[in-house]
T-cell receptor, first 113, second 111 residues
């Protein structure tokens, strides 16, 4: 069965520092992988997606993620965090459709001055 | 571009009252439509999905139902709300080879 684990429930970083949010997945086939961001009281916005090809994926807002098959991971990174990046981040894995998509429980990012 | 409208944005309802949340989409046709619920600390739970008018699949048996009377309209309903129905309800759509796209959600508080 497919599943997604986001090991960190909360992460705090200083503004300007680098960021890495972890995501590990379990999936029987080649996965489709996604990262979404959710600001308080808002819906989810797609940051980036991986379907195939280059394992380093660039997304919006300066985010990138790297697919590592050997580690079953799809970690999200940003070189320099801005205060506006404070939000909840969700990793998702599965087929390219909502009914077959598994979401992690999310990582809440706090950015300090 | 595709847009999802959800209303109301927030809703407070007493236990035992009925519920109707509406989701309409623009800028696309024949989308797959979804209702997700987000409860604190529990991530996103898929409730219903629809691949076309009148076609509803339920992922989790519960106090809720869904209907799709038109191609671009998806409605979430309940005859009698429970306290456990409180949460953040998100409508979403996808198209072939296109990632899931979410609306801004409805915050439901059952008192």
């Amino acid at each position: 069965a497919q599943s997604v684990t986001q090991p960190d429930i909360h992460i705090t970083v200083s503004e300007g520092a680098s960021l890495e949010l972890r995501c590990n997945y379990s999936y029987g086939a080649t996965p489709y992988l996604f990262w979404y961001v959710q600001s308080p009281g808002q819906g989810l916005q797609l940051l980036l997606k991986y379907f195939s090809g280059d394992t380093l994926v660039q997304g919006i807002k300066g985010f990138e993620a790297e697919f590592k098959r050997s580690q079953s991971s799809f970690n999200l990174r940003k070189p320099s965090v801005h205060w506006s990046d404070a939000a909840e981040y969700f990793c998702a894995v599965g087929a390219n459709s909502g009914y077959a998509l598994n979401f992690g429980k999310g990582t809440s990012l706090l950015v300090t001055p | 571009s595709q847009t999802i409208h959800q209303w109301p944005a927030t809703l407070v309802q007493p236990v035992g009252s009925p519920l109707s949340l509406e989701c309409t989409v623009e800028g696309t046709s024949n989308p797959n439509l979804y209702w997700y619920r987000q409860a604190a600390g529990r991530g996103l739970q898929l409730l219903f999905y629809s691949v076309g008018i009148g076609q509803i699949s339920s992922e989790v048996p519960q106090n809720l139902s869904a209907s799709r009377p038109q191609d671009r309209q998806f409605i979430l309903s309940s005859k009698k709300l429970l306290l456990s129905d409180s949460g953040f309800y998100l409508c979403a759509l996808d198209r072939p080879n296109s990632p899931l796209h979410f609306g801004n959600g409805t915050r439901l508080t059952v008192t």
